[in-house]
């Protein structure tokens, strides 16, 4: 996905091509993680559809929980979305930050001979 070190750096507009692809695939993977947690706090928690998302939200943003749950399955829903969004959110991340890195230790690294 990436070049290689004796390769040339990529032009400006195939770089920010490649970071607009990764904030895309770190949109959807939020997108996709919303989702998953409005269902589950709405059918499993039985949460209205604004509380849901709320709490959904919140949790994926690392703020934490707003509502009460009251039911073992409700509860053992939140903690699985929790540790699930806390590895999601470094995931998205370095999903997005990558390309940045990427280009930054790779524009140190391009050997002399490397053709522009």
Aim: net charge positive; charged share 15%.
């Amino acid at each position: 996905m990436f070049e290689q070190r004796k390769q040339r750096l990529l032009t400006r507009r195939q770089f920010f091509h490649r970071l607009a692809r990764s904030a895309a695939l770190g949109a959807g993977l939020i997108a996709f993680s919303l989702l998953v947690g409005v269902l589950g706090y709405h059918f499993v928690g039985e949460l209205s559809w604004i509380d849901a998302y709320l709490d959904a939200a919140m949790i994926l943003s690392g703020m934490g929980p707003v509502s009460t749950l009251h039911s073992v399955a409700a509860k053992f829903f939140a903690g699985t979305y929790a540790i699930y969004c806390g590895i999601t959110l470094i995931s998205t991340a370095g999903i997005i930050f990558a390309p940045v890195i990427h280009r930054f230790l790779h524009k140190f690294h391009v050997e002399e001979d490397a053709k522009p």
